[in-house]
């Protein structure tokens, strides 16, 4: 597995006592689109920030591709691109303008790339971006972000403003930017349920931790819903997530080791990524992380 982005023991402090971030030792892959959530105030922002050189550690090291970011020069520049919330723009330049304006400062620029996509998207170069639509102004901010050609491209909440079908086509757009590449894309989302159509691989914050990271495939594998009688005194196996009882039935989420079969009292039940999510976001933070593993993600 290659490895685009690297931490190790990564953190940052605001202030004297406020860490935003902690601990944090990540690896993630290669030409995948990574999913970031946690709830508001997890970390999301602030590890984004980090990845791409806007902030600097308290603590802990990040790399991209092996070597340390460097957005004040401008060969690390051109291997990221970032579209930030509210996708800022100069709202009073023209689509063109701000055309030109990435022309001059990227050195991997693809003009014809750009023109064609914002073509397609019946985006006139002539209009002033602040007249263009929320969901206009998000695929002009993609594509600026794209037409650099990076090699990692991040993403804080791009479409959390926008309606059903700009999101959409927003999310359709980010899976044919990375089938036509080595692109990578770190997505930070509160949408779980459209996270789970275009993602691959899934990176868990919260209170400024990683409490999961991992493929999709691999994390919902070895997780399973246990469906058993309530008053079963038998240990299940693994790692309880979750515990919910009804009258006469419990149901845990529980991680399995590899291998493993439950008690035959317990029936067994995938889960979705939804429901893996949130089990994890009600579990207290003092729950020890987890990475898989190259083998397993």
Not at 34 to 60: D, F, M, Q, S
Not at 100 to 113: I, V, Y
Not at 164 to 180: E, G, N, Q, T, W
Not at 246 to 264: A, K, Q
Request: glycine share 8%.
């Amino acid at each position: 597995m290659t490895a685009v982005l690297e931490t190790e023991k990564l953190g940052k402090r605001y202030g004297r006592r406020t860490w935003g971030l902690r601990e944090c030792t990540l690896t993630l892959p290669q030409g995948r689109i990574i999913a970031l959530v946690g709830p508001n105030g997890a970390g999301k922002t602030t590890l984004l920030h980090l990845a791409i050189g806007l902030l600097r550690p308290t603590e802990g090291q990040v790399r991209m591709f092996g070597e340390p970011v460097r957005i004040d020069q401008s060969s690390g520049l051109a291997q990221i691109g970032f579209v930030a919330q509210d996708h800022p723009l100069y709202r009073t330049f023209t689509v063109e303008n701000l055309l030109h304006m990435g022309r001059s400062l990227n050195p991997r620029w693809d003009e014809a790339f750009a023109e064609r996509r914002l073509e397609q998207l019946r985006i006139p170069l002539g209009h002033r971006a602040g007249k263009l639509s929320g969901g206009q102004q998000a695929q002009v901010s993609l594509t600026l972000a794209l037409a650099k050609r990076p090699r990692l491209l991040v993403l804080d909440e791009p479409v959390s403003s926008l309606d059903p079908i700009a999101r959409r086509d927003f999310m359709k757009s980010l899976v044919d930017a990375v089938a036509d590449g080595e692109l990578t894309v770190l997505l930070s989302s509160h949408v779980v349920s459209e996270l789970e159509r275009v993602c691959d691989h899934l990176v868990l914050l919260q209170d400024g931790h990683v409490r999961l990271a991992g493929s999709f495939e691999a994390l919902l594998q070895s997780h399973r819903m246990l469906v058993g009688p309530r008053s079963d005194t038998s240990a299940p196996p693994g790692e309880v997530i979750a515990v919910s009882h009804g009258e006469r039935h419990s149901n845990l989420l529980v991680r399995l080791p590899d291998d493993t079969e439950p008690h035959p009292q317990w029936e067994q039940h995938p889960i979705s990524l939804e429901e893996l999510v949130l089990a994890y976001l009600d579990q207290s933070v003092e729950a020890p992380a987890r990475q898989l593993g190259p083998t397993e993600a």
